[in-house]
């Protein structure tokens, strides 16, 4: 995933691993392949971690995942954009989102663009004739940036680790403050 914004531009990548509805582990990596930080989410509780630091943050899932992607997403909405549910997005999912999305389909039935306040993407590439999007380019109040798909898979097992918050009993929890101050002075 790439990032540009009004503080540089920036490059990372990302590991998704979801079991739907209502659970997720997002995972960022430096150049080198360490993990810099962590998203868990399970069903109503957020969590950012650090394991480097052995700190933790937790709050809403739209306030971790808008805090970091600028745009205040739920996971359903995360999933939608990663495996094409885009019928389902524009519905407003399951839980029916205040803010519905406005999608735009070309000749062929697939999805271009779509839009919804504070956030707009552009689908630049799909996966063969799948509904799976390859890369797509998106826009927020604060950045700009491009997701793109390396590798996908479906029906792995859920290794009962994925989810566990266990290890938490040994982390320390932070504010979003305390937490950005540490991430900040590492860069």
Known sequence: MKFAGAEGYSRSKFSFFFEIPDKGRIEAFDFLGRTIYQIIIEKEKAFLVVPSKKIYWESTEERIIDTFIGAKLALSEVICFLIGEWDY??????????????????????????????????????????????????KNRFQKG?????????????????FSLTFLKDFEEKSWEEIQKIINNEN
Do not use: A, C, Q
């Open 89 to 138: 997005l524009r519905e407003g999912g399951e839980y029916k989102s205040i803010d519905s999305w406005v999608i735009k389909k070309d000749n062929e039935g697939k999805v271009i663009e779509g839009r919804k306040r504070g956030m707009s993407f552009t689908v630049s590439e799909y996966i063969d004739d799948t509904g799976l999007i390859r890369s797509l380019d998106f």
């Open 146 to 162: 491009t997701l793109k798909v390396l590798s996908i898979d479906f029906n792995r097992p859920v290794k009962e680790r994925h």
